[in-house]
Nanobody, 117 residues
């Protein structure tokens, strides 16, 4: 499975941005698709996870209410809508896929999001 992330860029604090991740093939319903990020000098962290079949979502507190993960099974795409962006959201964002949350076997190449204050 190949994942291709896109949509990053330079925005100002308070702006919105939508990231997209295109998959080369579909997934089993039980699989988890996710967005993770790694900011400068920080460890990689999960920012959203969605079950491919049922669409159940999970967000950490740091982004809950501002980020929304969604998927389009027909297009084999996963999206991350990011609203009210903050400078601390600056990071390389990766899409990933795996059999369960936290267990990601396939990774996209990353897309850089920079939020200026």
């Amino acid at each position: 499975v190949q994942l291709q992330a896109s949509g990053g860029g330079l925005v100002q604090a308070g702006d919105s941005l939508r990231l997209s991740c295109a998959a080369s093939e579909g997934f089993f319903s039980s699989w988890s698709l996710a967005w993770l990020r790694q900011g400068p000098g920080k460890e990689r962290e999960l920012v959203g996870n969605i079950r491919w079949g049922a669409g159940n979502t999970y967000y950490p507190e740091a982004v809950k209410g501002r980020f929304t993960i969604s998927r389009d099974k027909g297009k084999r795409k996963v999206y991350l809508q990011m609203d009210n962006l903050k400078p601390e959201d600056t990071a390389v964002y990766y899409c990933a896929a795996g059999t369960s949350i936290g267990d990601y076997k396939y990774w996209g190449q990353g897309t850089l999001v920079t939020v200026s204050s």
